[in-house]
């Protein structure tokens, strides 16, 4: 996702601590202490300008949500959003790049990880870089559950895949595989930006759930 500078964007976030958490690995292993309750918190690897995380906290009050996004100019449209949205109490989001994840959950302490129309990455030596890589998947399971679970959606036929195999490859178990997810418009689905986008050409939307097991 490409966004233009904005020289505003590190104003704003500061401005807002109480939806961007500055330095968040103070909160490892007290997740539950920030958001005053003990409820499930999934994350979202890859945010963009949340439209997803914010759709997911309004819909789920009862789990709490945390988006993570490396790029400020990016997130901070996601924190106008979630201004909007009049703050869910059940939102953060986080202005870090996801390799840190370790530093920031404490084993076990996310319910779940969404991956949504994560850059491609197509070159060979990109690989690494890949949110489905196993650089990536060894982070997840660290920081989930046994048999925690992985959802992703994407519109890169390639990127789906390159993760069915490598999510295979790695033990995970799969599930629910859609190859057009839109097909059957399912109720659940909160829709991302990119998905909109994509949708609305009339390519198919890809989707899936891998659980690992340990
Ligand atoms: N999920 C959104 C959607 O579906 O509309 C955004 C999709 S966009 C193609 C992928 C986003 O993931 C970009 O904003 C990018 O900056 C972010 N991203 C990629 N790798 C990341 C990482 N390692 N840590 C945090 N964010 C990352």
Known sequence: MRARHKPWAES??????DIVIQEPERLKG???????NDRPVHIEVGTGKGRFI????????????????????????????VTEADKPANLRLLNVNAERMEEIFAP???????LNFSDPWPKARHAKRRLTHDNFLVRYERILPPEGEVHFKTDNRGLFEYSLMNMTDYGMKLADVSLDLHADEPEWNIMTEYEEKFSSKGQPIYRLEAAFKN
């Open 54 to 81: 914010t759709g997911m906290a309004e819909a789920n009050p009862d789990i709490n949500y945390i988006g993570i996004e490396m790029f400020r100019d990016i997130i901070v449209t996601a924190v106008q959003r």
């Open 12 to 17: 704003y976030i500061n401005e807002n601590p």
């Open 30 to 36: 007290r997740w539950a202490e920030e958001f005053g």
């Open 108 to 114: 076990g302490e996310v319910g779940r990880v969404y």
